[in-house]
């Protein structure tokens, strides 16, 4: 966990190095929305660190829910379901 930490702590820093380049609006806006989603990463699983939560298991793992709206199969309708995020 804490080597995964410090490698999201080196991603995010080449991001940031990357999107001071001169960049389509286009692009800068795909890294600044993946530095956003990098920078939530790099603080849950510095809680992981802090928490010692090792088991996915646990509470504060479970907790770290995504929700999306998918089609329900072999019908027009979406339906809402909810993931753990896990790497």
């Known amino acids: ?3 995964y930490c410090n490698i999201t702590v080196h991603r995010i820093g080449s ?3 990357r999107v001071r380049l001169d960049l389509s ?4 806006i ?3 929305t993946i530095i956003t ?3 939530h990463e790099r603080d849950v699983v ?4 802090a928490n010692k939560v090792v088991d ?7 907790s770290q829910l995504r929700f999306y709206m998918e089609p329900k199969v072999k019908e027009p309708k979406k339906v809402c379901q909810a993931r753990i995020c896990d790497w």
């Open 15 to 17: 991001l940031i190095e």
């Open 56 to 62: 996915s298991g646990q509470f504060s793992w479970a």
């Open 37 to 39: 989603i990098d920078v």
């Open 1 to 3: 966990m804490k080597e």
């Open 46 to 49: 510095a809680m992981f660190v």
């Open 25 to 28: 609006a286009e692009l800068r």
């Open 30 to 32: 795909k890294i600044i």
